[in-house]
């Protein structure tokens, strides 16, 4: 939406509101929050607006405003926003629900969304069905409601599609300071994407945060991708809806690995945008991205006073994409000097209460922590309760951190393992101090792993365009083995050598002609396995005759040379996701595929560097280099082989829905590889 400039509607200086309670109640956000522009009351019937003159229509005000909060019927809006367009107004918000989100009852709420966007013409507005946006760096507001944020000189952008989880966000006390919380609704004509893009434009804006239901525009999301690499500001999001898509459609294997969350979380990592689970996490990393951006790399240290907190910290860490490295050589020393004999020197490290309420002490041994060159320092403090306890001690600790991390020039941390133990006037000053304060062990370790994922991702080049191919819409079909093989070994994809045959006889002739052993395979059956439609290692031609016999008929017989045991089975697939298309899907193949679990989505098209480094992050891949000195596989072949596949999907994007490769056999080195189950649907 780069036709739209959208900075006078988000940093206006002359806001026009339309409405009654709703207008009244954003003209008394504007207030409380100084905005020191001009607010024009627009109201058919009133005179005055909390001390302002108010206009009785629009053609009566001063100018065209910069920005209009529109708090009217669904029907008047439309009228109002033609208007403003014709006007040169620079932007609307469109509180009134009842469009395209509306019940069945309300069957003409897709009409009066187009005729809204109609009306709208190339003027920017936000919803409809949306409280619409808070500045908290110039305090303007178009916001109808109460809310937590207050006035801040830099801080984070937050857009959500919800306005009642961005209310809810604004009365965070996390000392997360938040510069504008947008909202977006229906997103009829103005993306959230579209919106971050035009707030990363803010100097002030330090990292930004979506919540997002789902992805609408895919060539928006790399918009906002190559945005924020090239203005150094991550993004983080936090797309709900992780549940598994129905697979109704789905006849392959593939097909069920590929779920739409799977998919999103491969584009996402791809692109560079951080991915959180939960609204914790996403301001938590947010804190993490504001002090900090990417982290170099994924290593965290981490100090406490308490054995059961080193130990919490060192299992969160389980199974997460960070590490807790051991102490450096040089640290060493410095440590077992201050801290005494009787601590352990480990990370993450009991520092016990030896220096505790010393401030020389704990800055001297911060100091020593800090100094071993991980990204990330935490030092694990819970404050008591301020109404019952008293914490001049505590917050000894927070000033030798705060002293500790400038000395240092290392990114610290001060973590709560309970968020209600952050007091946040204390997470105020962290902040202020370059020190994030960190409500949550699961988040903070959250935090650690998206930043640094961010900063992995913008080290490598930046990612070639994600294949974005309309599909046809014409009948499916699917191919049967026989002839998906044929397709795909035109490409150059390996697979067994093979005849087709219509009889028994036929079959056991075709038999003849390849040399045994062979496999058997009745065509044209959904999972032969289970249908009794696979004979393996037939030895001779009586074998084949009457396996053919006993297997069900429908589309003839496909007769194969029996494949070498292989060194490991993979499954090779594509399927087309309703929001992102196509992608790759590798893993465990076989038998194991639901077993293992051990499967990457690998966004499209990709390069043979791409594919090397998913097929090595898969678990298999110890068994390709020759598991406890088993034999090892044809690596490079593998490679080639997904290569090749890859290479058909793109070829093939517009009509193909999908590919499913499974196994494809991985043989000793030097002898390749062999497709020998091939299922392929597509458009005709």
């Given at each position: 939406?780069?036709?739209?400039?959208?900075?006078?509607?988000?940093?206006?200086q002359?806001?026009?509101?339309?409405?009654?309670r709703e207008?009244?109640?954003?003209?008394e956000?504007?207030?409380?929050?100084g905005?020191?522009?001009e607010?024009?009351?627009?109201?058919p019937?009133l005179d005055?607006?909390?001390g302002?003159?108010?206009?009785?229509?629009?053609?009566?005000?001063?100018?065209a405003p910069?920005?209009?909060?529109?708090?009217?019927?669904?029907t008047?809006?439309?009228?109002?926003?033609r208007g403003?367009?014709?006007?040169?107004a620079g932007?609307?918000?469109?509180y009134a629900?009842?469009?395209?989100e509306?019940?069945a009852e309300l069957?003409?709420g897709?009409d009066?969304?187009?005729?809204?966007?109609?009306?709208?013409?190339?003027?920017?507005?936000l919803?409809?069905?949306?409280?619409?946006?808070i500045?908290g760096?110039?305090g303007?507001l178009?916001?109808p409601?109460q809310?937590?944020?207050?006035?801040?000189e830099?801080?984070v952008a937050i857009l959500t599609q919800?306005?009642?989880?961005?209310?809810?966000l604004?009365?965070q006390?996390?000392?997360?300071?938040i510069?504008?919380?947008?909202?977006?609704?229906?997103?009829a004509?103005t993306?959230l994407?579209?919106?971050?893009?035009?707030?990363?434009?803010d100097?002030?804006v330090t990292?930004?945060?979506?919540?997002?239901?789902?992805f609408g525009?895919?060539?928006?999301?790399e918009r906002l991708?190559?945005?924020?690499?090239?203005a150094?500001?991550p993004?983080?999001?936090?797309?709900?809806?992780k549940?598994?898509?129905?697979?109704?459609?789905?006849v392959?294997?593939t097909?069920s690995l590929?779920?739409?969350?799977?998919v999103?979380?491969?584009v996402l990592?791809?692109?560079?945008?951080?991915?959180?689970?939960t609204?914790?996490?996403?301001?938590e990393?947010?804190?993490l991205?504001?002090?900090a951006?990417p982290l170099a790399?994924?290593?965290?240290s981490?100090?406490?006073?308490?054995?059961?907190e080193a130990?919490l910290?060192?299992?969160?860490?389980?199974?997460?994409?960070v590490?807790?490295?051991?102490l450096q050589?040089q640290?060493?020393?410095r440590l077992?000097r201050?801290?005494g004999e009787?601590?352990?020197?480990?990370n993450p490290?009991d520092?016990?209460?030896?220096?505790?309420?010393?401030?020389?002490g704990?800055?001297e041994?911060?100091c020593?922590?800090f100094?071993?060159g991980?990204?990330?320092?935490?030092?694990?403090?819970?404050?008591?309760?301020?109404d019952?306890?008293?914490?001049?001690e505590?917050?000894?600790?927070?000033?030798a951190?705060i002293?500790?991390?400038?000395?240092t020039?290392?990114?610290?941390?001060?973590?709560?393992?309970?968020?209600e133990?952050m007091p946040?006037?204390?997470?105020?000053?962290?902040?202020?101090k370059?020190?994030?304060?960190?409500?949550?062990?699961?988040?903070?370790?959250?935090?650690a792993?998206v930043a640094a994922?961010i900063g992995?991702a913008?080290d490598r080049?930046?990612?070639?365009?994600?294949?974005?191919?309309?599909p046809v819409d014409?009948?499916l079909?699917?191919l049967?083995e026989?002839d998906?093989k044929?397709?795909?070994a035109?490409?150059g994809?390996?697979?067994?050598w093979?005849?087709?045959?219509?009889?028994?006889?036929?079959?056991?002739?075709?038999?003849?002609?390849?040399g045994?052993?062979?496999?058997l395979?009745?065509?044209?059956i959904?999972?032969?396995?289970?249908a009794g439609?696979v004979m393996l290692?037939?030895?001779?031609s009586?074998?084949v005759?009457?396996?053919a016999a006993r297997?069900?008929?429908?589309s003839?017989?496909l007769?194969e040379?029996m494949?070498d045991p292989?060194v490991?089975?993979?499954?090779?697939?594509?399927?087309r996701d309703?929001?992102?298309?196509?992608s790759l899907?590798l893993?465990a193949g076989g038998i194991?595929v639901e077993?293992?679990?051990?499967?990457i989505v690998?966004?499209l098209?990709a390069?043979?560097?791409?594919?090397?480094?998913?097929i090595?992050?898969l678990?298999?891949?110890?068994?390709i280099?020759g598991?406890r000195?088993r034999?090892?596989g044809?690596?490079?072949?593998v490679?080639g082989?997904?290569?090749t596949?890859?290479d058909?999907?793109v070829?093939n994007a517009?009509?193909l829905?999908?590919?499913?490769?499974n196994?494809l056999?991985?043989l000793?080195e030097g002898?390749?590889v062999a497709?020998v189950d091939?299922l392929?649907?597509?458009?005709?």
């Amino acid at each position: 939406m780069t036709s739209r400039p959208l900075d006078r509607l988000l940093r206006p200086q002359t806001i026009a509101v339309f409405g009654g309670r709703e207008a009244r109640r954003v003209v008394e956000q504007c207030d409380r929050m100084g905005f020191s522009g001009e607010i024009w009351p627009v109201h058919p019937k009133l005179d005055e607006v909390l001390g302002r003159r108010c206009y009785r229509s629009l053609s009566d005000l001063p100018a065209a405003p910069d920005a209009a909060f529109i708090g009217v019927n669904r029907t008047l809006t439309i009228d109002i926003v033609r208007g403003l367009s014709r006007a040169g107004a620079g932007g609307a918000v469109c509180y009134a629900s009842g469009f395209s989100e509306a019940i069945a009852e309300l069957a003409d709420g897709a009409d009066l969304q187009q005729a809204l966007l109609e009306a709208a013409g190339d003027m920017p507005i936000l919803g409809p069905n949306c409280y619409g946006l808070i500045n908290g760096l110039d305090g303007a507001l178009l916001w109808p409601d109460q809310h937590g944020m207050q006035r801040i000189e830099r801080g984070v952008a937050i857009l959500t599609q919800s306005s009642n989880i961005a209310l809810n966000l604004t009365m965070q006390t996390r000392g997360l300071p938040i510069a504008y919380m947008v909202t977006a609704g229906n997103q009829a004509q103005t993306s959230l994407a579209d919106v971050a893009c035009a707030l990363m434009e803010d100097p002030r804006v330090t990292a930004v945060g979506l919540h997002v239901e789902g992805f609408g525009d895919l060539a928006a999301l790399e918009r906002l991708a190559a945005k924020a690499r090239q203005a150094k500001k991550p993004v983080v999001v936090l797309k709900v809806g992780k549940s598994e898509q129905a697979k109704h459609a789905a006849v392959s294997h593939t097909a069920s690995l590929a779920g739409s969350d799977a998919v999103a979380d491969a584009v996402l990592a791809r692109l560079g945008l951080g991915r959180v689970q939960t609204l914790p996490a996403l301001l938590e990393t947010l804190k993490l991205l504001h002090i900090a951006g990417p982290l170099a790399n994924h290593s965290i240290s981490s100090m406490s006073c308490s054995g059961g907190e080193a130990s919490l910290m060192a299992d969160a860490a389980v199974g997460r994409k960070v590490e807790f490295p051991a102490l450096q050589p040089q640290q060493l020393p410095r440590l077992r000097r201050v801290l005494g004999e009787m601590v352990a020197l480990a990370n993450p490290l009991d520092y016990h209460t030896f220096v505790w309420g010393d401030l020389a002490g704990q800055t001297e041994a911060f100091c020593a922590m800090f100094g071993g060159g991980c990204a990330l320092n935490l030092v694990v403090l819970d404050f008591p309760r301020s109404d019952r306890c008293e914490a001049s001690e505590w917050m000894t600790t927070v000033d030798a951190v705060i002293a500790a991390a400038s000395a240092t020039g290392a990114l610290a941390g001060v973590l709560a393992t309970l968020p209600e133990n952050m007091p946040e006037p204390v997470a105020g000053r962290l902040m202020a101090k370059s020190v994030v304060a960190f409500s949550g062990i699961d988040e903070a370790i959250t935090a650690a792993e998206v930043a640094a994922g961010i900063g992995e991702a913008w080290d490598r080049p930046p990612p070639l365009p994600l294949l974005n191919v309309i599909p046809v819409d014409g009948e499916l079909e699917t191919l049967t083995e026989a002839d998906a093989k044929i397709e795909l070994a035109a490409c150059g994809l390996p697979v067994p050598w093979g005849l087709q045959a219509f009889s028994p006889g036929e079959a056991a002739a075709q038999a003849e002609r390849l040399g045994f052993p062979v496999v058997l395979k009745g065509l044209g059956i959904a999972h032969k396995t289970e249908a009794g439609a696979v004979m393996l290692n037939l030895k001779d031609s009586g074998a084949v005759s009457d396996a053919a016999a006993r297997m069900p008929l429908n589309s003839g017989y496909l007769v194969e040379k029996m494949v070498d045991p292989p060194v490991a089975e993979l499954i090779v697939g594509a399927s087309r996701d309703p929001v992102f298309g196509l992608s790759l899907t590798l893993g465990a193949g076989g038998i194991f595929v639901e077993l293992l679990e051990d499967s990457i989505v690998l966004p499209l098209p990709a390069t043979k560097a791409d594919i090397r480094a998913a097929i090595l992050r898969l678990k298999l891949a110890k068994l390709i280099y020759g598991y406890r000195g088993r034999p090892k596989g044809d690596f490079e072949a593998v490679v080639g082989a997904v290569s090749t596949a890859a290479d058909y999907v793109v070829a093939n994007a517009a009509h193909l829905e999908e590919l499913d490769i499974n196994p494809l056999m991985v043989l000793p080195e030097g002898r390749g590889v062999a497709a020998v189950d091939a299922l392929i649907r597509r458009r005709r």
